[in-house]
């Protein structure tokens, strides 16, 4: 569902309480007196039909008698009540509605359903059922059966359970932590934590994001909400049900370990969404995001009056993504100046136990100036000899001191004695935590955030065009997969031959029918080789080395047909009902320094296609090495899921091995990332071994499994992270005569943008930004060319050979996808040759195939061949209200397709800047 209408939820001005009570310990009860007593200033109406009046609140016998529609309903009435009340709220012209109420049910001709289909009806949108409720500080609202008000500040909180929702608020009340909102979802019938998501991200009064996950519906639009808002924002999100019970079911090792949880990590890391795993640090990473931004750089000061909090905080640093700083010279010197002669002379700096607010102010402010230092961490012992209290006091003196320009963070330790410390520290801002092992967590939480932005925004490198896969070679393998019914497994032979017309590769090996042609077959290899490998052939044998299907190192022919013999009876042995369909001998790959790495693709039931990469071996499921990517992989990401694992060491080198070839194992997941985006009908892959060294990696063994495609269903609907859209490469001619190429923009087209904004004048700028572009910044060009092609498109357009850009059109689609916002810039001395048409008439094009109903832009109105374009078009062209230089202009796609075609024949070539 899209976001319309969710302001209202949030900012009301009337309420109805439907379902009141005058039973104190009731649901209804409990929310009445916290939506009176919350402070909201509009009307709070209440409908109960057997009450004139509950306690000193007169009532409303029905919802007809309401003297206004209001513009949130909270309903608390019997289920049963629910779709009737949903219905003529609707009716009146109410929008909103938080169903409080539990035990409406899912699914066909349930109350549920049906009060989702009253609220369609009437274009409503509902919060619930089932849920605690809603609250809003800042507008007074406590929607809610939550036993205490949250304060206001500048976090939300969106939780899937309600106890999380009481507690959290509890919580953070004691901590002087406020919320711009606290959303309980509840069963969720309509809204949801996407649609919550793209609300906040574009709120600009909210920090910082807290989510309590359990279970996700849609996973392409959760991604595509929740990487738009961690592009803004902090979010962070802790889920329950952590269960891998469904993996074990996979039939292949990838499909073994990738462990839906493991999957749905992976997820959230690809959106920029920093996960924690427990209530104490989703706690500390509320502590932490609501008060410090984001920071440049990762390097610790620690000021302590005792040296064994500072050791434990520096060992939580261990291997993390923060480190501690070296003090210059000339802090050290500023130190010795204002402690005594004991202290640590180091970082941690250790200012002694009797250190009074003087000396602390002179550590931290001589720590906060240090070159070398990014943030500093403050820790407090209590002791008799001084009070934490003054140590507070002196730590906001000293941030004072130096402006708040770098981070700072506190740890005041001990419980009665650091109360009244903790409360200064947190009025003043700075966050502060009980351990240092929690402070230290805050820590990370803000770096680990900014790392995962600058992930967001990277810029792949370009990888230098390949030779084009052998698709023909690799639909009739699939084709005869399908065709032979059964699992879909195809036989290891036929699974690398799909492998190598990707270019990743392989071992080829030749079929054997038996054991006698085997012979043939390792006599012909080893003519040139030194060893064979033997493995059964069968598509019923999931691990061949399971029923000693394979042999190594075979020296002879006759040592080859007698191993084919032994494995033969053996697999009948062990797997009788197996159809064995002969054997595959190939040369016995030995790289002394070779690493063994496993290499695949599964499919998550939410997530969709994942692919796999670790340790590989007979051993895979016991090391459980690995990392797991969604698809589409670039460079980088590739780069990534190998960073991630234990065996990167091992591929890094170590003593006399040598490093591996990275490059060679990001082009076999390049490669695998590109075979399942092309094709669908993959379920399962393995490549394990992938065997890696100095010279570059190999498939020895392989397996796939297909599965037909559904009927009626897009191949790209499978993944999560929608893939490039390259149906959408074309050449074309303008009606200028300008031979061009037009693609869908890639990350990597960063490089291109400088020399393009050089051909576009100051007034070209001003018409498309309708402001000067002052700098060329890599944030700046990440937002026009990382797109989220669910949300976006952006049509290049490049002189033929690829190399100049000459133009490009865009369109950003709102969140429900049916309204997008276009823009279009072409070279200025290209003016005039039908190059803006041409891109216009792609985004035209692309908003029809997509469903999008209205494309709207705004225009300078001195713009006249923009202007004069969109009318040729068929848009609408409004002035825009409140600025008469601006004008509104709108298309109806749906109507667009005929007049473009018509347009086309009488177009306007110089047609060309928007």
């Known amino acids: 569902m899209p976001t319309r209408n969710l302001s209202a939820f949030f900012r009301p001005r009337s309420i109805a309480l439907i379902g009141a009570s005058g039973t104190p310990g009731t649901v ?27 306690g000193p609140y007169p009532c409303r016998n029905s919802i007809s008698d309401l003297p206004e529609a209001p513009d949130l309903a909270v309903i608390a009435a019997p289920a049963a009540t629910v779709p009737g009340i949903i219905d003529e709220l609707g009716g009146r012209g109410t929008r909103n509605a938080v169903i409080i109420t539990a035990g409406l049910g899912k699914g066909p001709g349930s109350l549920g359903a049906e009060t989702l289909a009253n609220a369609r009806r009437h274009d409503m949108r509902l919060l619930g059922p089932n849920c605690i409720g809603l609250l809003v500080p800042e507008v007074g609202l406590n929607a809610s059966f939550a036993h205490i008000n949250p304060m206001k500040g500048d976090v939300a909180f969106l939780s899937q359970s309600g106890a999380l929702v009481t507690t959290v608020v509890d919580w953070a009340h004691s901590r002087g932590i406020g919320f711009r909102s606290v959303v309980s979802l509840g069963d969720v019938l309509d809204v949801d934590v996407s649609d919550l998501l793209d609300y906040f991200a574009a709120d ?127 802090t050290v010197a500023a130190l010795d100046a204002a402690l005594p002669p004991i202290w640590s002379r180091g970082n941690p700096v250790d200012i002694i136990g009797d250190a009074p607010p003087e000396r602390y102010r002179a550590a931290i402010e001589a720590t906060l100036r240090d070159a070398d230092t990014d943030a500093v961490l403050v820790i407090n012992c209590p002791t008799a000899l001084t009070s934490p209290s003054a140590a ?175 494995m033969l009876e053996t697999a009948r042995r062990v797997m009788p009902d197996a159809r064995i369909d002969g054997f595959t001998v190939e ?92 094709v669908p009908e993959i379920v399962e892959l393995d490549i394990n071994p992938l065997l890696a060294d100095e010279s570059g990696a190999v498939a020895l063994d392989a397996r796939v499994r297909v599965a037909a495609v559904a009927p009626g269903r897009r191949a790209e609907e499978r993944f999560a992270i929608r893939p490039y859209p390259s149906k959408w490469i074309a050449d074309e001619t303008t009606s200028g005569d300008l031979d061009v190429l037009i693609r869908p923009v890639k990350p990597e087209d960063e490089e291109f943008y400088e020399e393009f904004f050089d051909n576009l004048t100051p007034e070209d700028i001003r018409l498309r930004f309708f402001a000067p572009v002052k700098e060329l910044s890599h944030k700046f060009i990440a937002r026009l060319t990382q797109l989220d092609y669910e949300r976006s498109m952006a049509f290049i357009a490049f002189s033929p050979d690829g190399k100049t850009m000459l133009g490009v059109s865009r369109l950003a689609l709102d969140a429900d996808r049916e309204t997008g916002e276009y823009a279009v810039i072409v070279r200025s001395d290209l003016k005039g040759r039908g190059l803006g048409w041409l891109l216009m008439r792609k985004l035209i094009d692309f908003a029809a195939d997509e469903g999008v109903t209205t494309i709207y832009g705004d225009v300078l109105a001195g713009n006249r061949s923009m202007l004069a374009m969109c009318r040729d078009l068929g848009f609408k062209v409004e002035r825009y209200e409140g600025d008469a230089s601006v004008v509104r202009v709108s298309l109806d796609v749906a109507e667009a397709a005929d007049k473009v075609a018509i347009a086309d024949r009488r177009a306007d070539p110089k047609s060309a800047v928007a």
């Open 587 to 678: 040369p016995m790959i030995v790289r002394p320094y070779g690493v063994e790495l496993i290499a695949g693709v599964a499919t998550d039931p939410l997530f969709g296609p994942i692919i796999l990469f670790g340790a590989g071996g007979t051993a895979v499921e016991v090391l459980a090495d690995r990392s797991i990517g969604l698809p589409p992989l670039d460079a980088l990401l590739a780069r990534d899921m190998i960073a991630e694992t234990r065996v990167a060491k091992l591929l890094a080198g170590y003593r006399d091995h040598p490093r591996a070839d990275h490059d060679a194992i990001v082009r076999v997941l390049l490669g695998l990332s590109r075979m399942l985006v092309e």
């Open 204 to 330: 600009v009064n909210t920090r910082s994001i807290l989510l309590y996950l359990e279970a996700i519906t849609d996973a392409r639009r959760f991604l595509s909400a929740a990487r738009l808002a961690a592009r803004v924002k902090p979010v962070i999100a802790i889920k329950g049900g952590r269960n891998e019970a469904a993996a074990r079911a996979a039939a292949s090792h990838t499909g073994a370990l990738a462990a839906s949880d493991a999957v749905f990590d992976a997820a959230l890391r690809r959106a920029g969404v920093l996960r924690v795993f427990s209530l104490d640090e989703l706690f500390t990473a509320a502590e932490t995001v609501s008060r410090i931004k984001p920071f440049p750089g990762h390097r610790l000061g620690i000021v302590t009056n005792g040296g064994g909090a500072g050791v434990l905080a520096a060992d939580a640093l261990e291997g993390r993504d923060a480190q501690l700083s070296q003090l210059t010279p000339e």
């Open 28 to 54: 209804g009860n409990t929310v009445l007196t916290n939506l009176m007593g919350a402070g909201f200033d509009g009307p709070v109406r209440i409908v109960n039909p057997k009450r004139d009046h509950i």
């Open 392 to 566: 507070a006091e002196a730590t906001i003196a000293a941030w004072d001191a130096t402006r708040r320009v770098k981070p700072l963070f506190a740890c005041w330790l001990g419980d009665a004695a650091a109360r009244d410390a903790r409360q200064i520290l947190s009025s003043n801002g700075v966050p502060n935590y009980e351990t240092p092992s929690t402070a230290i967590a805050g820590i990370r939480h803000v770096i680990r955030y900014r790392n995962r932005q600058e992930l967001l925004t990277r810029m792949p490198p370009a990888l230098p065009e390949g030779a084009e896969p052998d698709r023909q070679r690799v639909r009739a393998i699939v084709r005869r997969g399908l065709a032979a019914g059964g699992n879909g497994l195809l036989t290891s032979d036929e699974a690398k031959a799909m492998l190598a017309a990707y270019h990743i590769p392989v071992a080829l090996a030749e079929v054997a029918r038996d054991p006698a042609d085997v012979g043939r077959v390792a006599a012909g290899i080893l003519a040139h080789e030194k060893a064979v490998a033997l493995k059964i052939r069968s598509a019923d044998i999931t691990h061949k080395s399971d029923v000693g299907g394979v042999r190594l190192g075979l020296r002879s022919a006759r040592e080859a047909e007698a191993s084919a013999v032994t």
